[in-house]
Nanobody
């Protein structure tokens, strides 16, 4: 059993900052790629940022230069630092990870429950 739990969402004014965290726990052998997605009302879920276990990160064009994804492998945690927030960043943000489960060594795609980010004055 593997779970991802996000935290750090909330209400922030335009131009403000938030830091999201997502911790994976359970029977984890190894975590490969980790990523953040978001879904705004009436829109499809979209990739915000991704970070592999090794290698370079990638970002949606709409957040480049404002958001930074990072991870702490020792803590099985991925972060999303969001600066210069805009109203259009308002969405539910979801953590995603490709995880190899202990014992079975099967690879699965796991999602968190989502955390609401609202950018409003």
């Amino acid at each position: 059993q593997v779970t991802l739990v996000e935290s750090g969402g909330g209400l922030v004014q335009p131009g403000g900052s938030l830091r999201l965290s997502c911790k994976a726990s359970g029977s984890i052998f190894r975590i490969n790629d980790m990523a953040w997605y978001r879904q705004a009302p009436g829109k499809q879920r979209e990739l915000v940022a991704a970070i592999p276990s090794a290698g370079s990160t990638n970002y949606a064009d709409s957040v480049k230069g404002r958001f930074t994804i990072s991870r702490d492998n020792a803590k099985n945690t991925v972060y999303l630092q969001m600066n210069s927030l805009k109203r259009e960043d308002t969405a539910v943000y979801y953590c995603n990870a490709e995880i190899i489960v202990s014992m079975s060594y099967r690879t699965g795609d796991y999602w968190g429950q989502g955390t609401q980010v609202t950018v409003s004055s």
